[in-house]
């Protein structure tokens, strides 16, 4: 989404400034990334040409989208991506390591914690 550095985020950008939730409080997952581990999400992920090079660059777009999803109402639920665990979530699942699998990955962990579960570590 608005966690890459090419064409994609801008086109994912204009598609999030257009869609409003279908109701009030619909949740979104991102995937959510530390500082300490970027280094090997880059190594671990397929598309990493198209992620932003350097953690900060990142963490400022991600800040802003953030904002943005919240302005049109979403509950938005940072989704931490540790790279093994995220490697090994693939895996199991025949998934590429890819911007689609993160989106998955925070997806699905948002709904779980809509609904009360942990957060997902």
């Not at 257009?18 to 190594?43: C, F, K």
Request: hydrophobic share 45%; net charge neutral; charged share 25%.
């Amino acid at each position: 989404m608005f966690f890459s550095s090419s064409k994609t985020r801008t086109a994912t950008v204009r598609a999030c400034e257009s869609d409003a939730p279908s109701e009030t409080g619909a949740i979104a997952g991102i995937p959510w990334y530390l500082r300490e581990h970027y280094p090997e999400v880059l190594r671990v992920m397929i598309d990493a040409g198209e992620m932003f090079a350097d953690f900060d660059h990142w963490l400022a777009a991600a800040e802003q989208g953030v904002q943005q999803m919240e302005a049109r109402g979403y509950r938005v639920f940072k989704t931490i991506v540790a790279p093994t665990a995220f490697a090994e979530w693939c895996r199991v699942r025949r998934l590429a390591p890819n911007q689609q699998a993160r989106f998955r990955y925070a997806s699905e962990a948002a709904e779980a914690r809509a609904a009360g579960a942990p957060a997902r570590a």
